[in-house]
């Protein structure tokens, strides 16, 4: 329908008061992009990146998670103070390297059970139950190893919103609770390191054991990153193709192997020399794509992908950059049927690909590059 794909591009922006009636017209019928749509663009497509405002503390408190608790402090290390010490303690290399290995020693086990996956912060002791903070690409999680079995539960709280004091006095686990100091925050993108500055200081953040740990589909992940991520916290197997969330490399979408699903899993990059990934759980690369083709594909590590459409993030996704690089859609050759154009984006970088099928295969080359 072609009110539907119209509004389907638009429905990030601000629509003027008179297509507003359009607008929930459109919205009844779902949005009826096809799958050519959704896969190949006809041209060069402009980059519509659009910097969005950081959240004010009112906004930030508006829509926080219902199973998080805010207390405010009257007694505190403010952001400034916290961010500043951490840098003047680890400023010449020296010191650097030396905190990198007392971490090794500090965190050996969590790096045994866990290896790679995390940085590791706040190790806690209770009985025969140790606890850590970490945080990997996604954000940040609760670390715990009981009987020397590990598990991780995803906190849903967006490094955009929430920063920890690095130097915590109190334990992060504590009377069933898990409780961690800092500040609410804005992120301000520079091009070369993004950095925050405090909105407000003096927070307890706390979040009910039994809320951060509940998995209601007993798949291994818990509900709080189900929901974050798109999957389905009550199945525990979201895409139905036989393979349980927790041990799906591909966990929201089936996978199949036709032409186009195979070009996107020749692009995405070949780690060698890396221990089995299928038990790295907590390593995920995400992409923002809604072609299926791309969904289709069946990586050695685990992927997530979220919709282009704002309307179909995650609470979590939408303030939150978890993107590392991504792709385009393809772009067919106007002459030859089998020659195609994509390129691959990141931080930093802007690779352009021409691929053609040939004999059943793909033959990539890389046509361009961009460093920024
Ligand atoms: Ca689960
Ligand atoms: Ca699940
Ligand atoms: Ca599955």
């Not at 601000?14 to 009636?21: E, G, H, T, V, W």
């Not at 961010?83 to 003047?88: F, K, N, P, T």
């Amino acid at each position: 329908m072609y009110f539907g794909s119209v509004f389907c591009i638009q429905s990030g922006n601000l629509l003027p008061m008179k297509f507003l009636y359009f607008f929930v017209f459109a919205l009844f019928f779902s949005c009826t992009k096809s799958l050519e749509d959704r896969c190949f663009t006809k041209g060069e497509e402009k980059s519509d990146y659009v910097e969005e405002k950081p959240y004010t503390v009112k906004q930030i408190l508006e829509e926080k998670p219902d199973y998080l608790e805010i207390i405010n402090l009257d007694k505190f290390r403010s952001f400034k103070k916290d961010s500043s010490e951490y840098r003047s303690n680890y400023y010449s290399s020296e010191a650097n390297e030396q905190y990198w290995k007392d971490q090794k020693i500090i965190f050996v086990n969590f790096e045994k059970q866990f290896f790679g996956q995390f940085e590791y912060s706040f190790k806690q002791n209770n009985d025969s139950v140790q606890y850590a903070l970490g945080r990997n690409g996604l954000g940040y999680w609760l670390l715990e190893i009981r009987n020397n079995q590990p598990s991780a539960y995803f906190l849903g709280l967006s490094f955009s919103h929430y920063y920890f004091n690095k130097i915590q006095e109190n334990p992060i686990v504590k009377d069933g609770f898990f409780q961690i100091e800092g500040s609410l925050v804005k992120l301000i993108k520079t091009p070369r390191q993004d950095s925050y500055a405090a909105l407000e200081d003096g927070k307890l953040f706390k979040i009910d054991l039994k809320e951060l740990k509940k998995d209601s589909d007993k798949d291994g992940y818990n509900d709080i990153f189900e929901k974050s991520f798109g999957l389905n916290p009550k199945n525990k197997d979201s895409d139905g193709d036989g393979i349980n969330d927790f041990d799906d490399t591909n966990p929201m979408f089936r996978s199949e192997k036709n032409k186009f699903s195979e070009l996107y899993q020749r692009l995405l990059p070949e780690y060698a020399g890396v221990p089995n990934f299928k038990q790295l759980h907590y390593y995920f690369e995400v992409f923002e794509t809604d072609c299926d083709y791309f969904h289709q594909v069946n990586p050695d590590y685990r992927i997530l992908f979220v919709s282009e459409e704002k309307n179909k993030k995650s609470d979590y996704i939408k303030v939150t950059d978890v993107f590392d690089y991504g792709f385009s859609k393809i772009r067919k050759d106007k002459t030859y049927p089998n020659k195609f154009y994509l390129y691959e984006w990141g931080s930093s970088h802007t690779n352009s690909y021409s691929a053609e099928y040939k004999n059943g295969k793909w033959e990539l080359e890389m046509t361009g590059q961009i460093v920024s």
